[in-house]
């Protein structure tokens, strides 16, 4: 069934209307006074001419609506790209402007630098253990020295001092 909405029933329902009445079979009513005959019989000529009229099957169908319009178009979320390393880059997967994914990989770079740079804070971490290990060794043995007298106190505050300095470095490397 048609389902028409606000003005559209309104029309549809006048012209419902306004055909039922012109389809009447009484006579027509006499001219008031005043009226000109000319017009009242190409009234009556316009009412019994025949007109021809196109029928359609009315159904049900999608209506789409498409609009155009001029604008600037401005991205709602922008994000800066930060290396953690820094590097000669290698590859590059997306350019400039294309649409990316959270984790997908941009740029591969080149990690050879990266590596050294590794291998060398690993080897001064190593390096601050065994010179943690040797400060607490000294400190034992200053211990045991100022115990029996051999050494002030002064030397044993030095050892201390010694040990808090190798720890801090080893927290530093």
Known sequence: MLRLRGLDAHVVAACLIGGAWGCDDRAAEPEPEG??????DAVNAALVTPVHVRVALAGMTDLSRETTAAGVVEAFRTAT????????VTLRSVEPG???????????LDSERARIARDEAGAMVRSREIDLREAHNELQRGRDLHARQFISRDVLESLHFAQARAAAGLRAA
């Open 98 to 108: 294309d649409l990316v994914d959270a984790g997908q990989v941009l740029v591969k």
């Open 81 to 88: 790209v930060a290396a953690e390393a820094h590097g000669r």
């Open 35 to 40: 009226v000109v005959a000319g017009a009242a």
